[in-house]
């Protein structure tokens, strides 16, 4: 079974600049997570999506951060214009009907210069 | 609310020595808890979780943690550590009885030769 794919991977852009993050969850799974992983730190959940729908929202700075899942599956989480701050893994997760297990992907890693 | 606090921030063995993270938690109702683990540049991977059934869990890699609710701890154990368990350990527990994870800060794992 494949896993929760993230790309890029390690992305470097100046302040001020867009940027967008794609994850493609496991197969089958309608629930998916976006979330913000400072240094030393623990994850936080920035927007959870069930299918195409975003019922928890709460936590995404919706002035400059906008997700979408148009078709239900994958998934894209934008920021603009990115601030120094903003460096930090962004990590999507996926969770199937039959478990409350979340899956994550391996992240990006965002550095603002 | 539930939350969950990691006591160790960084935990160095040297392999073929026991490991253990300490965690406790606080919660208004008996929780489930769960144990990920980080390695570098990879996603969090489910070690273990405890959901009320036995309070003694097992999980993947020859990790186990015990849940006692008397001392609201549930701490990660291993018998004897090897290279590849150097690694970043997040002790969660849901933030309520659904989707929310809260994750502790962290505990990292180094292991020495």
């Known amino acids: 079974e494949a896993g929760v794919v993230q790309s890029p991977r390690y992305k470097i852009i100046e302040k001020k600049q867009p940027v967008a993050f794609w994850c493609n969850p496991i197969s089958g799974h309608n629930t998916l997570y976006w979330y913000l992983q400072n240094l030393g730190q623990g994850p936080e959940l920035l927007i959870r999506?069930?299918?195409?729908?975003?019922?928890?929202d709460s936590q995404l700075p919706k002035d400059r951060f906008s997700a979408e899942r148009l078709k239900g599956v994958d998934s894209t989480l934008k920021i603009q214009p990115a601030e120094l701050g903003d460096s930090a893994v962004y990590l999507c997760?996926?969770?199937?009907?039959?478990?409350?297990?979340?899956?994550f992907g391996p992240g990006t890693r965002l550095t603002v210069l | 609310a539930q939350s969950v606090t990691q006591l160790d921030s960084h935990v160095s063995v040297s392999e073929g020595t026991p490991v253990l993270l300490r965690c406790n938690y606080s919660?208004?109702?008996?929780?489930?808890l769960f144990w990920y683990v980080q390695h570098p540049n990879k996603g969090l991977q489910l070690l273990l979780k405890?959901?009320?059934?036995?309070?003694l869990v097992k999980g993947i890699n020859g990790f186990e943690a015990e849940f006692k609710k008397s001392e609201t701890s549930f701490h990660l154990t291993k018998p004897s550590a090897h290279m590849s368990d150097a690694a970043e350990y997040f002790c969660?527990?849901?933030?309520?009885?659904?989707?929310?994870?809260?994750f502790g800060a962290g505990t990292t794992v180094t292991v020495r030769a």
């Open positions: 997760a996926s969770t199937g009907q039959a478990t409350n297990e979340q899956f």
């Open positions: 405890y959901t009320s059934a036995a309070t």
């Open positions: 999506y069930e299918n195409e729908e975003a019922v928890d």
């Open positions: 969660v527990v849901p933030r309520s009885n659904d989707y929310k994870l809260s």
């Open positions: 919660s208004s109702y008996s929780p489930s």
